[in-house]
């Protein structure tokens, strides 16, 4: 079964930094596009960050453009996201995503889990 | 960017009940949306894409329509296990994808 698993989440005062990751298994990771996709408690989505399959296209949201940093390890099979200058609205369940296909932009067909970042002090 | 309305923002229905969803963008996307189901406590799960297109695994009871800025989801007899938040989303005119704000769906 093709799998995301997130790890990394926690609790941080603000203005602290955090590195988010993702293991994929059992798809050719190489090949697609992948996201991370936040979801504040009770509340609704928020796109994060997306890197093409090859690094060679990235976007951010705005919310998040210039703290946060997407990458990826085509070798470990794994997605990153650095986050930097932590605020309290940063605070929320961080999904790991896959696009269904090898386009950049597409719609999301296998998430993960889920972890939980939390920043408070 | 592309900000997606969702209407209404919560409704309850009846078990075999007709039930449409719509969304609306601000400005045109074509046919680059998709609707994601995400029940109480689960992760959002993926319904149709590219406006219409039923993704594999999920019931035909699901259907969706609509291009440029006018989409709707359509469940055609609703069932208990189909409470839960549904989403549509943008990913034309990206960065940024854009989600609408969510529509609670609750068995009357």
């Not at chain 1, 609790?11 to 602290?16: F, K, N």
């Not at chain 1, 928020?46 to 890197?51: D, F, L, N, P, Q």
């Not at chain 2, 400005?27 to 029940?39: H, P, R, T």
């Amino acid at each position: 079964e093709v799998q995301l698993v997130e790890s990394g989440g926690g609790l941080v005062q603000p203005g602290r930094s955090l590195r988010l990751s993702c293991a994929a298994s059992r798809f050719n990771f190489y090949d697609y596009a992948m996201h991370w996709v936040r979801q504040p408690p009770g509340k609704g989505l928020e796109w994060v960050s997306g890197i093409s399959w090859n690094s060679g296209h990235i976007g951010y949201a705005d919310s998040v453009k210039g703290r946060f940093t997407i990458s990826r390890d085509d070798a470990k099979n794994s997605l990153y996201l650095q986050m930097n200058s932590l605020r309290p609205e940063d605070t929320a369940l961080y999904f790991c995503v896959k696009a269904r296909s090898g386009y950049d932009y597409d719609a999301f067909d296998i998430w993960g889990q889920g972890t939980m970042v939390t920043v408070s002090s | 960017d592309t900000q997606m309305t969702q209407s209404p923002s919560s409704l309850s229905a009846s078990v075999g009940d007709r039930v449409t969803i719509t969304c609306r963008a601000s400005q045109g996307i074509d046919k680059y949306l998709a609707w994601y189901q995400q029940k109480p406590g689960k992760v959002p799960k993926l319904l149709i894409y590219a406006a219409s297109t039923l993704q594999s695994g999920v019931p035909s009871r699901f259907s969706g329509s609509g291009s440029g800025t006018d989409f709707s989801l359509t469940i055609s007899s609703l069932q208990p296990e189909d409470v839960a938040t549904y989403y549509c989303q943008n990913y034309n005119n990206a960065p940024p994808i854009t989600f609408g704000q969510g529509t609670r769906l609750e068995i009357k």
